[in-house]
């Protein structure tokens, strides 16, 4: 309790001396000695947990609403992620807790670390710490992906850079492709829409519960036949209205129960495979659902 304690006082503490927010964070990060090797750490930013955000062609691709330079031109500095150097695991040089899902095609994923790593700035010395808390605005992030998205549809000169970049520049394979953009968009603005705060959370800060709450409730249910008793529709949704910080990492094994409020048990292997399972739907991991055999509905 007191080594827990301490951890959270000096995580405070650093926070509140540092002389930039880390989304301003510059120069090459002095990392904490946490007890692993950069192998291991890099494992933690880049080891695809099953998220599946977007093409990852179309990812590299989109340009941002309002410009033509791309989407993320400044590695998503702008929304407070950072940096990660391009390598045999990050061959795309994509941000801390972004990577590469080869399941079912190349996605753009998110890991656990851009949600759990931070930098601090201190008298010209930026420190990277593992485990800690980001300052991300994570909706902000979303709202501007989807923005990008509808923006491509409808711009003509935006469209034809995106579809040159995906699929080259033969434009009779550019129908096909965008009737594959206007059908994700559907599906990804709804998700986005779903999980719209009346006020916005700003950097730091999450409602986890309600985005996972509205993306199972409201959007995935709604054309599953089986659900139809549980009316699983739009009139579901939730406005995601509780945000609260992002927890730290350190010593998380220890604990008996997780997320804020205690309700997922981390006793054992199969309770902590279930809270990661409904964490990870959360940042768009692919559901596939079928009528249960059994029911007759």
Not at 98 to 115: R, V, Y
Not at 207 to 220: E, M, P, T, W
Not at 239 to 255: E, G, H, K
Request: with cysteine.
């Amino acid at each position: 309790m007191r080594l827990r304690s301490f951890l959270r006082i000096l995580s405070i503490a650093l926070l509140a001396i540092c002389n930039l927010p880390a989304m301003y964070a510059q120069g090459n990060p002095t990392f904490l000695n946490q007890g692993w090797s950069e192998d291991q750490r890099q494992q933690f930013y880049t080891t695809s947990q099953g998220s599946q955000m977007m093409p990852l062609a179309w990812f590299l691709a989109l340009e941002r609403p309002d410009s033509e330079e791309p989407f993320i031109g400044d590695g998503l500095a702008r929304f407070g992620y950072l940096p990660n150097a391009k390598s045999a695991t990050n061959p795309n040089g994509l941000p801390v807790g972004f990577t590469q899902d080869i399941n079912a095609g190349s996605w753009a994923s998110m890991t656990c670390a851009a949600c759990h790593t931070n930098r601090v700035e201190y008298h010209g010395t930026t420190m990277q710490i593992d485990g800690g808390p980001t300052d991300a605005d994570l909706h902000e992030f979303l709202a501007q992906l989807t923005q990008a998205l509808q923006k491509t549809l409808d711009d003509p000169a935006k469209f034809e850079r995106f579809a040159t970049k995906v699929v080259g520049p033969d434009q009779k394979t550019w129908p096909g492709l965008r009737n594959e953009v206007v059908r994700f968009q559907a599906y990804f603005s709804t998700f986005v829409n779903a999980g719209t705060p009346k006020y916005a959370w700003g950097p730091a800060r999450a409602d986890a519960f309600g985005l996972i709450f509205n993306r199972l409730s409201a959007v995935d249910l709604s054309d599953f036949q089986v659900w139809q008793w549980f009316h699983a529709s739009e009139q579901n949704n939730r406005t995601p209205d509780a945000p609260v910080s992002y927890p730290y990492l350190w010593n998380v094994s220890r604990l008996d129960w997780v997320q804020w409020d205690g309700i997922a048990p981390n006793t054992n292997s199969i309770l902590r495979l279930e809270r990661n399972v409904v964490e990870v739907l959360g940042v768009f991991a692919r559901i596939n659902l079928n009528k249960p055999a059994t029911l007759n509905f």
